[in-house]
């Protein structure tokens, strides 16, 4: 079940402040896109995991628009997110040709 969370947070990775989101749960950085592993469903904050979600790849999803794929750092898991209208478009742009590249 969804749970709206939607505080601001300092960045792990690049060390930003991150302002909420206003419309849904702000799950990731909209800076630098990285995000930690810390939901088990959307919201609740409730994963013991805490890895850092590693942005490696963004798709378009007929449903949802463009949705960030990561790998958790820590685990493994792969997970996904919907893009927010404040993300770093240059960001994407990176995320998307390095994944092309294989890097």
Known sequence: MFVKNDNEFICKNCGKKVE???YTSR???NHCLYSIH?????GD???DCLGLLVPINVLEDSKKG???IYKCNKC?????N???KDDNKEEIYKIVENYAKGV
Do not use: E
């Open 20 to 22: 909420k989101l206003h």
């Open 27 to 29: 799950d990731h950085c």
């Open 38 to 42: 810390i939901d088990i469903t959307p």
């Open 45 to 47: 904050r409730a994963n």
């Open 66 to 68: 463009q949705v960030i």
């Open 76 to 80: 493994g898991k792969i997970i996904r």
């Open 82 to 84: 919907i893009v927010a």
